[in-house]
């Protein structure tokens, strides 16, 4: 879920920018997060995280490890493909679909908490929603990002954030993770014009234009 620049050879990052968050930042964070899930839903028995591909899904399980550190108990975590449920599909090729993996208890009646790393214009969470609502009835949906980098086109908030970071259209927000980049960072860069079509036009799976 990359901000405008695909990571080279689809594997390490090679990413450029000023860090704004870094590895002991996003520890630090993430520990707040699930210190606030655990006090909001008056701890985490049906709490379920569902991370959105590909960074949400590895922050979920991190979450979910703190959590589990937090209650003495597991916490279920899974991930949710919402490939099939974006609303520019016909603007662009063909995209890899990701894969959804629903803990086994499901979602009726729980509380959902949608995880993603960066939440820019709300049309991956509006998404997700629609992807979430296909596979079971939650009684709440909330929704845990890294950053808000903000420029929202839809009424969507999240309820969690690790950092609201102030942004222009022409500048790039790339989190790095190491399951995904070999390190753990946030950098804001500078996009050109075509970044920012990217941004606008094909939000893929992080509200940053993921490839």
Avoid: W
């Amino acid at each position: 879920m990359d901000t405008g620049m695909p990571a080279a050879g689809g594997g390490r990052s090679t990413a450029t920018g000023r860090p704004v968050l870094e590895a002991p930042d996003i520890t630090r964070v993430l520990t707040r997060i699930a210190h606030e899930i655990v006090e909001r839903a008056k701890g985490a028995d049906d709490v379920v995280l569902l991370g959105i591909p590909t960074r949400g899904v590895f922050l979920a399980r991190r979450l979910a490890a703190k959590l589990a550190d937090i209650t003495g108990r597991p916490v279920p975590h899974g991930s949710l493909d919402i490939t099939m449920y974006r609303d520019d599909l016909r603007l662009g090729p063909a995209r890899a679909l990701a894969r959804t993996e629903i803990p086994a208890d499901g979602v009726d009646g729980r509380l959902v908490v949608l995880v993603d790393d960066v939440l820019f214009s709300g049309r991956t969470i509006r998404a997700a929603l629609d992807a979430l609502g296909d596979i079971g009835r939650p009684r709440a949906v909330q929704l845990a990002v890294l950053v808000d980098r903000g420029h929202r086109e839809l009424p969507i908030r999240a309820d969690y954030v690790g950092k609201n970071l102030p942004t222009s259209l022409r500048e790039t927000v790339k989190v790095q993770l190491t399951e995904e980049d070999g390190r753990d960072g946030v950098l804001l860069g500078s996009a050109g014009a075509a970044g920012e079509r990217q941004h606008s036009g094909a939000e893929a799976s992080a509200e940053h234009a993921e490839p």
